[in-house]
């Protein structure tokens, strides 16, 4: 089955701590993108890549990293997590080309910084 | 940053009424997509226009992309409870096609 597939499905963390959240999608798509969404801000995007090795910032990128090492996985890291990074995190990949555009989206991650 | 504004933000309706949820934008897209997002799971895409002035049907829903490519409109005939939802509307641009997401409509309908 296509899809992509974030872990985990939901964090509660510390103010600090490090986290990492994973994101891997099995249909070759060669762009994938972070969102997070807030209520009455819609989503949001964190940061994208283009290819492998091929990273650029979205609109809200400050407090986030992320790494392209394989096509398939796109994770995103919160060095130290602070409590206004609580949110609904996606991760989206498509397939760059095709006039449908279509992004397809991960379950979500709902992650609480206390 | 391009803004897409949503509205309303919130609606609910009875079953069998129409409805239309509006999608604008001060900035021109080459395309608009609408996405339906149910709760626990991510947005899932329902249409993409792409000429002014398009019109696109599925089902019940009509989709209308501005003649200028800056705004849209969802309509909704005869709802269901099944329409019940999170609408989000998202206008792509640059060589990336990026989306940018509108601040969604939130649409309930009571049976």
């Known amino acids: 089955e296509a899809q992509v597939t974030q872990n985990p499905r939901y964090l509660i963390t510390v103010t600090g701590k490090k986290l990492t959240v994973t994101c891997s999608q099995n249909?070759?798509?060669?762009?994938m993108s972070w969102y997070r969404q807030d209520p009455g801000l819609g989503l949001r995007q964190i940061y994208y890549?283009?290819?492998?090795?091929?990273?650029d910032k979205g609109d809200v990128p400050e407090g986030y990293k992320v790494s392209r090492k394989e096509k398939r996985n796109f994770p995103l890291i919160l060095e130290s997590p602070s409590p206004n990074q609580t949110s609904l995190y996606f991760c989206?990949?498509?397939?760059?080309?095709?006039?449908?555009?279509?992004?397809?989206f991960g379950p979500g991650t709902r992650l609480t910084v206390l | 940053t391009q803004l897409l504004e949503q509205s309303p933000q919130f609606l609910s309706i009875q079953e069998g009424e129409n409805l239309t949820v509006y999608c604008n934008s001060s900035?021109?897209?080459?395309?608009l997509q609408w996405y339906r997002q149910e709760p626990g799971e991510g947005p899932v895409l329902l249409v993409t226009?792409?000429?002014?002035?398009e019109v696109k049907k599925l089902k019940r829903l009509t989709f209308q992309f501005g003649d200028a490519r800056k705004d849209s409109s969802l309509h909704i005939t005869a709802a269901q409870p099944g329409d019940t939802g999170l609408y989000l509307c998202?206008?792509?641009?640059?060589?990336?096609?990026?989306?940018?997401f509108g601040s969604g409509t939130q649409l309930t309908v009571l049976p």
């Open positions: 989206a990949s498509k397939s760059i080309g095709l006039a449908r555009n279509e992004q397809f």
């Open positions: 249909m070759n798509h060669e762009y």
């Open positions: 890549s283009m290819n492998v090795e091929v990273t």
């Open positions: 900035s021109v897209f080459s395309s």
């Open positions: 226009v792409v000429t002014g002035g």
């Open positions: 998202a206008g792509a641009s640059g060589s990336a096609r990026q989306l940018t």
